[in-house]
């Protein structure tokens, strides 16, 4: 049986996040985007962008496959950043994002005779919300570092996290189009992005560009599809000892939204809330 369900109806959902900034039909929102996030330009960006890399999780045959060192990784001439939403950041998901850009960088000696030290910068930029790890500081930005007695090992690699929990309460100037895009993407629905981006030709294109996505037919069937597949996977890997709850709080993590929980686990909204509660 199929799960009828929209899409998460956010972007600060991992999922909605990914399919709507890597489709080739927002290359150019994406390019800005990066461009508002970073001190590079969109003509360089454009110039020198190589590869999106995407984990497609519409694609997958196992849920858990990993064909990619990140969820989006875009590749640029001597550079390579990788994009992470996260609607629930833990000490996991820090050690995940880690790893991530670790090996994105330690891949540049598969390409040829570059030398450790010589090889692409990685920056990863995460989006993150519902934050349960002390080493995040409580502000809307910060920058982690590898460092060793006080002094950075290396300048070429680095994290960023942007926390939507702050940002969506902080007031801004309509001309900073940084945090008019986090806000965006920070936004619950529709309604309140459209209120956002007022004004921003880029991010009322995005808007309705979104809309139509999530309430496309086939998109919804095949997300019911994969909805339905993660309740089947994680009853069938968990084993008949594990509980209702516990599927349901793995589908939390993966940041499905309550209607698909419901459908799939039988959970009651309010005890679906009550197990987010738990979790954060």
């Known amino acids: 049986m199929i799960i009828e369900t929209q899409l998460p109806t956010s972007l600060a959902n991992d999922l909605l996040f990914k399919e709507v900034l890597t489709h080739p039909d927002n290359r150019d929102k994406l390019i800005y985007f ?42 640029l ?20 994002s880690l790893s991530y850009v670790l090996r994105i960088y330690s891949t540049g ?47 070429a690699i680095e994290l960023e996290f942007y926390r939507l929990d702050k940002i969506r309460n902080k007031t801004y100037n309509e001309s900073d189009k940084k945090m008019k895009w986090l806000k965006f993407i920070g936004a619950k629905d529709y309604e309140e992005r459209k209120t956002i981006a007022k004004g921003d030709k880029r ?19 095949v997300y019911g599809k994969w909805a339905e597949q993660i309740a089947l996977d994680k009853g069938i890997r ?33 005890e679906i809330n009550e197990l987010r509660e738990e979790i954060r």
């Open 109 to 155: 000696m598969e390409r040829g005779n570059k030398k450790y030290n010589k090889m692409d910068k990685v920056i990863g930029i995460n989006f993150i919300d519902n934050v349960n790890y002390k080493l995040i500081e409580d502000k809307d930005y910060s920058k982690v570092t590898l460092v060793y007695e006080n002094k950075a090992i290396t300048d």
């Open 34 to 75: 990066l461009a508002t996030l970073t001190n590079l330009t969109e003509d360089y960006l454009k110039s020198n962008l190589k590869k999106v890399l995407y984990e497609n999780i519409f694609l997958k045959t196992q849920i858990n496959d990993k064909a990619y060192r990140g969820d989006v990784v875009i590749e």
């Open 77 to 96: 001439t001597n550079l390579k950043i990788n994009l992470e939403c996260y609607s629930i950041f833990d000490k996991a998901s820090f050690i995940k």
């Open 238 to 270: 968990v084993g008949k000892e594990d509980t209702t709850s516990t599927i349901a709080k793995e589908m939390i993590k993966l940041g499905l939204d309550n209607n698909v929980i419901h459908k799939s686990t039988k959970l009651s909204l309010r």
């Open 203 to 221: 991010l009322m294109e995005l808007n309705e560009w979104v809309e139509a996505y999530i309430n496309d037919e086939h998109t919804k069937d």
